[in-house]
């Protein structure tokens, strides 16, 4: 349904337009036509600009209008802040500028809400509610409360209405963006439909608290035997869609220096424990707090950490992994294909190869002679971004959301401590992977699965033909013996390449038996490996002279 036809949410419509071009945006508001669609239907468009904001740069007024128009703008432009794909550095400095903070309200007007998400009244849950809030944002307040059992804990309250009044701009932000991508094309090649999409399944998902108490408990238990990481405990008797109820942590923000300092804590530690935390979390569980700044981390006794507001977290796959870990690899090896391969894959548009191999390479020598923890990361961030953004590719949302946590998980360290190096930390884990991706457990699975994949593909069952019709007369000359015997050929061809794989795979694992230290050892090998090694080598120049008699024959 087209809004500006029916007139639903027109005023706010207008309200938005009216802030764009107070801030210098109206050329955009009537490049893409919204201007004349809103004084045809009568509404007025004013054009004053404030005398200060003529002489600012175009993402200080995108930043100033966002503000202005409320607390959905300001989480949108949270979310763009996350894009360093799209957005060159200083509009991302800009939209991390962005708080989310706003006049707290009185409790009294949460009573109705709150009592209604616990099911009972305030007070038989809890013995004491502090009516001053420990923080308040847009979409809900922060107050510290006891229970009866004596239990601190925090009530996460959601404002009333607020998903209303979200989901109305959401309405509208998705038009600004449809219309935006069809009569622009500057602003086209900031994908704003398919950020808008993103945005509006992330805000939705930080709206449902108990969706936040999940993610908590989530890495909660992914970091469990790390003894120095807190995460707060959820209290699922009353957390639920509107109310997330959990313990109260008493602890130093992390970017309160001084006090850290003043308690005797040791930063440095602090730092490396930190960066270790979300490094575990990003390449080991692949389930990471997508926005580790240090607001979000308070710092106990003991230089102990606790992590706080999981509503929004990151999602890496194995594969996602794996991509990232080739990548890094790729550029310590100063492998320009390898490195281009996997950029590739991250883009859904035609990309000339020749060309992004070229500046990758470009890029990576950058980084030749280097050690693995002597990669700069946020910097590579930064280059690897603006590359593809003259090659107009995107990260996908995961890499994306990646990228910025790496660079906001930098700035964390540093506050701590100026010698803080992101590639340092994620060093033993970079290398634990590779132990791990190339141990005999995992080449043995792997060379499973692809004997189960030949397996299947013998098994398979013929594809069915197309039918030829019956008034068709072939006029092709083509001996049909002559192509039974190419499918012949190409059938014992596939034939030998497959016994050529398995006798190559049984020839590594019995290079690997022969390491074990256990059974019958002869010149401190293993009798088992030798023999297997033995039999594996024999199968493997009895096939090649098979292969080379069968060319042989052709010739």
Known sequence: MDILKTGKDLRRLNEIVNILIKFGFGDVIRRIGLAESLEKAGKLIRYSVPDDFLSSKPPERARAAMEEMGPTFIKLGQIMATRVDLFTQDWIQEFEKLQDETQ?????????????????????AFRYVDEKPLGT???????????????????KIRKPDIRHKIESDIRLIKHLA??????????????????VKEFERSLLRELDFSIEAKNAERIAENLKNIKYAKVPKIYWEWTCEDLNVQEFIDGIPAKNVNRIDAAGLDRKLIAHRGGKIVWKSMLIDGFFHADPHPG????LPKNKIAILDFGMVGKLSHNRREQLMKLTRSIVLQDGPGAAAVLLEWTDGNVDFDALVGEGEDLIQQFYGLSLSEVNIPQLIVQVTDMLRTFDIALPPDIALFSKACITLEGFGRLLNP???????????????????YSPTSLAKKLSMRALSIVDKIYEE?????????NT????NIDKQFIERLAMRHERAQFRHTQLMVTVGFLIASAILTT?????????????????????????HFLLFILWWSHRSLD
């Open 104 to 124: 707290s309200v009185p409790l009294d007007s949460l009573r109705d809400q709150l009592e209604q998400s616990l099911g009972m009244p305030i007070e038989q």
């Open 137 to 155: 944002a847009s979409m809900a307040q922060v107050h510290k409360a006891i229970t009866h059992k004596n239990q601190a804990v925090a009530l």
């Open 178 to 195: 449809r219309v935006a991508q069809s009569q622009s094309v500057e602003l086209r090649r900031y994908r704003p439909v398919a950020i």
């Open 296 to 299: 979000n981390f308070l710092i």
């Open 419 to 437: 010698d803080f190096d992101l590639m340092t930390e994620a060093e033993p884990l970079i290398r634990e992977w590779g132990k791990n991706r």
């Open 462 to 470: 013929p594809k069915p033909h197309a039918p030829v019709p019956a």
């Open 473 to 476: 007369t072939s006029t092709s």
């Open 516 to 540: 074990v230290e256990t059974g019958p050892q002869f010149l401190g090998m293993s009798v088992l490996g030798i023999i297997g090694l033995l039999i594996a080598i024999g199968s493997t």
